[in-house]
T-cell receptor, first 113, second 113 residues
Framework: DAGITQSPRHKVTETGTPVTLRCHQTENHRYMYWYRQDPGHGLRLIHYSYGVKDTDKGEVSDGYSVSRSKTEDFLLTLESATSSQTSVYFC????????????FGPGTRLTVT | EDQVTQSPEALRLQEGESSSLNCSYTVSGLRGLFWYRQDPGKGPEFLFTLYSAGEEKEKERLKATLTKKESFLHITAPKPEDSATYLCAVQARTSGSARQLTFGSGTQLTVLP
């Protein structure tokens, strides 16, 4: 298994509160991604990073921000959580070899009440 | 816009009953097509990458094939442990530094003993 951990694995929070999800890798991969997975929508890209302090928006970035201060850590922040952000969030990594597949973490189930 | 459509949405097979899953795609220049397996409550697990039409990859009871418009995941003599959701994703040559994947909604496979 790729060395990817996510924390927390489960979280329940209230509308309007800030939430930070953490992704940690031990593979020294350059690229890191945050996805959300919802029934009927599949996996959708929120933000990605192509190096330390280099990040960019994905398909569904509104309401989310990210930071990457170290190669191994990629943080996803919901500044003010809303019920529409209830979802399962996956982190993925890519890029040590000249191949393009992504390897996924175990996911964080977030419920916003 | 890149699009991926998977069919059927759900498939129930008897143990030993071979079948195929379909992934149709439109992309502005294919860099790679990826197959993943996802078990309930877990992150997607990478299976195969296909890069060009005519390419085939095999792993145990699974064989993935690629044409210019679609990919098939053939499952030969499936076992109950093959039950999972199978996801297809494409990466366009124009994805640049993002190496962004566009996912289909998946096929939920159930293999009955």
């Amino acid at each position: 298994d790729a060395g990817i951990t996510q924390s927390p694995r489960h979280k329940v929070t209230e509308t309007g509160t800030p939430v930070t999800l953490r992704c940690h890798q031990t593979e020294n991969h350059r690229y890191m991604y945050w996805y959300r997975q919802d029934p009927g929508h599949g996996l959708r890209l929120i933000h990605y990073s192509y190096g330390v302090k280099d990040t960019d928006k994905g398909e569904v970035s509104d309401g989310y921000s990210v930071s990457r201060s170290k190669t191994e850590d990629f943080l996803l922040t919901l500044e003010s959580a809303t019920s529409s952000q209830t979802s399962v969030y996956f982190c993925a990594i890519s890029g040590v070899r000249d191949t393009y597949e992504q390897y996924f973490g175990p996911g964080t189930r977030l419920t916003v009440t | 816009e890149d699009q991926v459509t998977q069919s059927p949405e759900a498939l129930r097979l008897q143990e030993g009953e071979s079948s195929s899953l379909n992934c149709s795609y439109t992309v502005s220049g294919l860099r790679g097509l990826f197959w993943y397996r996802q078990d309930p409550g877990k992150g997607p697990e990478f299976l195969f990458t296909l890069y060009s039409a005519g390419e085939e990859k095999e792993k145990e009871r699974l064989k993935a094939t690629l044409t210019k418009k679609e990919s098939f995941l053939h499952i030969t003599a499936p076992k109950p442990e093959d039950s999972a959701t199978y996801l297809c994703a494409v990466q366009a040559r124009t994805s640049g530094s993002a190496r962004q994947l566009t996912f289909g909604s998946g096929t939920q496979l159930t293999v009955l003993p």
